[in-house]
Antibody
Framework: EVQLVQSGVEVKKSGESLTISCEAS????????INWVRQMPGKGLEWMGT????????TYSPSFRGHVTMSTDSSVKTAYLQWSSLKASDTAIYYC?????????WGQGTRVTVSS | QSVLSQPPSASGTPGQRVTISCSGS????????VNWYQQLPGTAPKLLMY???QRPSGVPARFSGSRSGTSVSLAISGLQSEDEADYYC???????????FGGGTKVTVL
């Protein structure tokens, strides 16, 4: 069974750094790219970008490029989303997703709250 | 402003048919297939439809999808109370080189 298990709730202050994680199981980690999707409070879904573990290649949405960094560690089958300096506007739920044309697998989401 | 346009809300009484539209352009809906996601309150989205009109295993037959040009539609026939949720369309955009989502449609069962 494909599973994406994300790290827990985070409460941070503006300017702090943060890394959240997404551990994959049930499939060959190298073979599928992982996407990150943001959902701000009461709002819709926004694609942030994708990272492919096979070659660590990344594609960022223009809206998020330069503000977040995606990475993977294949030894522990885990994808990461990192901020070096959080803003209050980063308050949201972040989902890791195996997004494909014929199937989709979602993590449970990581709620991030950033206070100013 | 989402790349794919959806009405913000739709509603119906139990048993009615509700249709949700999703409009895009030649670089997204016009050049690939669309997925639909259902998000129940407080939960992660779930794949409801893929390939414009294909239901994954376990999705009730009352959900159906269609496509015409650069628009797609999701229909819920025989609306039930458990269908009250947010619905999102999504597809790959060849100009943006990334996935794009609709803004979401909140379905309310009256």
């Amino acid at each position: 069974e494909v599973q994406l298990v994300q790290s827990g709730v985070e409460v941070k202050k503006s300017g702090e750094s943060l890394t959240i994680s997404c551990e994959a199981s049930g499939y060959p980690f190298f073979n599928f790219c992982i996407n990150w999707v943001r959902q701000m409070p009461g709002k819709g879904l926004e694609w942030m970008g994708t990272i492919c573990p096979s070659d660590s290649s990344t594609t960022y949405s223009p809206s998020f490029r330069g503000h977040v960094t995606m990475s993977t560690d294949s030894s522990v089958k885990t994808a990461y989303l990192q901020w070096s300096s959080l803003k209050a506007s980063d308050t949201a739920i972040y989902y890791c997703v195996r997004l494909e044309f014929t199937s989709t697998f979602w993590g449970q989401g990581t709620r991030v709250t950033v206070s100013s | 402003q989402s790349v794919l346009s959806q009405p913000p809300s739709a509603s119906g009484t139990p048993g009615q048919r509700v249709t949700i539209s999703c409009s895009g352009s030649i670089s997204n809906i016009g050049s690939g297939s669309v997925n639909w996601y259902q998000q129940l309150p407080g939960t992660a989205p779930k794949l409801l439809m893929y390939g414009n009109d294909q239901r994954p295993s376990g999705v009730p037959a009352r959900f159906s999808g269609s496509r015409s040009g650069t628009s797609v539609s999701l229909a819920i026939s025989g609306l039930q109370s458990e269908d009250e949720a947010d619905y999102y369309c999504a597809t790959w955009d060849t100009s943006l080189n990334g996935w794009v989502f609709g803004g979401g449609t909140k379905v309310t069962v009256l």
